[in-house]
């Protein structure tokens, strides 16, 4: 009997204003303290909000995926000679923040090329569904069999033209507080994030390395309901995870945690919360669920790769990341919020969801054990 082909993540890595390195990342979600602080990379004086979550020090965008892809490489085992062949898809922005510098398809050639990485590239830039549509093609094409190993990776450093996108469109929040799903909450916030992951088939578990987690399913789905607002009855976002369900073969019971789109917008989080309530029945107001935007902000175009990354861990790890920022229940979100405090499970698989202007959804299905 031939063993059915699963998509293992055996290298993660991950840099945020909650620090360098993937166990930075769980780290800062368990403890629940926000990573925000005035941002002082740009000019904001004539902005309405003045902070976000800022890595300190940082470098280039180039210079960090590129190391942020080398140390992803190395968890997982793969030398130079190993890497040959490999595919680099990369979710990044394609608007006029790169304008000064390489196109996307140039940086992910080039970079392709600085990591070693000697097959395939190609860029992702939908968005903040950029990074989990580039997850789920990647295990797409493992689980079919058309390569071994596919590495994935994200940037997004906050700068002056997004932010003043979203300040101007009054989405960032004036009390700098990201609050998911909570009374009160003002909107969301926006972080740097730059990670990568490599996704192989069992070629890792032949090399001797254990995997971080596997993506069992993955689901997108479009709303085509307006193209800034999400559809309010969560059609789409819910069509997404009954896909990555339904390719996982696992009923709705399973998932354990849910890590949350949420941005702290009063739309979209009571969008999601009715979607997971469409898609999980029942068990989509007692499923644990929580957004780590709330202490990383939003990384937009890397968002999905960063939260992918802390799900993964967070679920290997036992404990589940406390929602920051909650002041008291919404009656249009009524869910099973992480509050206060981490909460222990057992739980084997975790959903990691992301929504995108234009409707655009996407859900992960991670798996652990």
Known sequence: MVEARVAQL??????????????????????????FGPVD????????????????????????????????????????????GCALLLAVHGGPALDAGPAPAVLADRLAARCGLSGHTRVYTSACVSASTAVADAAARITRGDVDRVVVAAGYLVESDQFALFD????????????????????????????AVVLESSTGRRRGV??????????????????????????????????????????????????????????????????LRRALGAHGTRVPV???????????????????????LALRHGELPVNAGWLAPDEACPLNVIKHRPEKSEATHALTLNAAFGGANTALLVGVG
């Open 210 to 275: 254990d995997p971080v987690a596997t993506v069992a399913g993955w689901g997108r789905a479009g709303d085509a309901f307006h193209p800034c607002q999400p559809e309010p009855g969560g059609t789409g976002l819910a069509r997404a995870v009954d896909a990555a369900l339904r390719r996982a073969g696992l009923p709705a019971q399973a998932v354990g945690y849910v890590n949350a789109n949420a941005t702290g917008t009063a739309r979209s989080d009571a969008a999601e919360a009715a979607a």
């Open 168 to 195: 101007a469109g009054r989405a960032l929040a004036v009390d700098g507080a990201v609050r998911p799903f909570s009374a009160g909450r003002r909107g969301l916030l926006l972080g740097d994030g730059v990670a």
């Open 290 to 312: 929580s957004s780590t935007k709330s202490v990383h902000g939003h990384a937009l175009e890397a968002s999905g790769l960063l939260e992918l990354v802390v799900t993964a």
């Open 41 to 84: 990379r740009f000019d904001t004086a004539a902005r309405r909000v003045t902070v976000a979550a800022t890595v300190p020090e940082v470098g280039t965008l180039p210079d960090e995926l590129a190391a942020a892809i080398d140390a992803a490489c190395r968890a997982a085992g793969l030398d130079r000679v190993r890497r040959a």
């Open 10 to 35: 055996t290298g993660v890595y991950a840099v945020s204003a909650l620090g360098r390195g993937a166990d930075a990342q769980l780290a800062g979600a368990l403890a629940g303290v926000p990573a």
